[in-house]
């Protein structure tokens, strides 16, 4: 079974700065896909960025990039830039690329941001 | 232009109730999934459905029934509530393109206490 691990429970940066939430995960699957999404305190699920395990190229969207390890199944993120709607429960999330499998979330990571 | 709509937002069960949460969407998706989030642990899969009239358990199913008679309807439901269902539950959406996972949507989630 695929697992995921964020071992970051809280984290928090100075506003305008740069952060990294850390995600390992473990599969025996070739073709994934890896998430990451925000919950504010609205309790909203937000993509915020997706990545797919056969493209090489590390997924980026406006300041949230992702550094995709496949070899060592490590998927972090970072938040270029902090604002302070950037505060919220990340999640990384895994899915096998094909048919109706779940997505398998890690424990989630606390972000503050500190005006 | 609704997505994924749950009903209702919130509720309060006294041990031993029954109820039935509603996951309704409109974009013709195919499967449908019922999560729980606790504090600490992400999100859990709790029953999951790949089409119409089907449904299947997931890792936490136990003391849930599900039912999908229509394709865009998605119930969970507590036939004797605990204590240990207080949670907070999100339905969710996906679909396939040429046989690849194609976008997942969450809905904002209803949050149940069981007193």
């Known amino acids: 079974a695929q697992t995921v691990t964020q071992s970051q429970p809280e984290m928090s940066v100075q506003e305008a700065e740069t952060v990294t939430l850390s995600c390992t995960y473990d599969t025996s699957e070739s073709d994934y896909y890896l998430f990451w999404y925000k919950q504010p305190p609205s309790r909203q699920m937000i993509l915020v960025i997706r990545q797919e395990a056969y493209k090489q190229q590390n997924a980026t969207e406006n300041r949230f990039s992702v550094n995709f390890q496949k070899a060592a199944k490590s998927f972090s993120l970072k938040i270029s830039d902090s604002q302070l709607g950037d505060a919220a429960m990340y999640f990384c999330?895994?899915?096998?690329?094909?048919?109706?499998?779940?997505?398998?979330f890690g424990t989630g990571t606390r972000l503050t941001i500190i005006p | 232009n609704a997505g994924v709509t749950q009903t209702p937002k919130f509720r309060v069960l006294k041990t031993g109730q029954s109820m039935t949460l509603l996951c309704a969407q409109d974009m013709n998706h195919e499967y449908m999934y019922w999560y729980r989030q606790d504090p600490g642990m992400g999100l859990r899969l709790i029953h999951y459905s790949v089409g119409e009239g089907t449904t299947a358990k997931g890792e936490v199913p136990d003391g849930y029934n599900v039912s999908r008679l229509k394709k865009q309807n998605f119930l969970l439901g507590l036939e004797s509530a605990a204590p240990s269902q207080t949670s907070v539950y999100f339905c969710a959406s996906s679909s396939l393109n040429r046989g690849r996972v194609y976008g997942y949507t969450f809905g904002s989630g209803t949050r149940l206490t069981v007193v």
């Open positions: 999330a895994y899915r096998g690329a094909f048919g109706n499998e779940k997505l398998t």
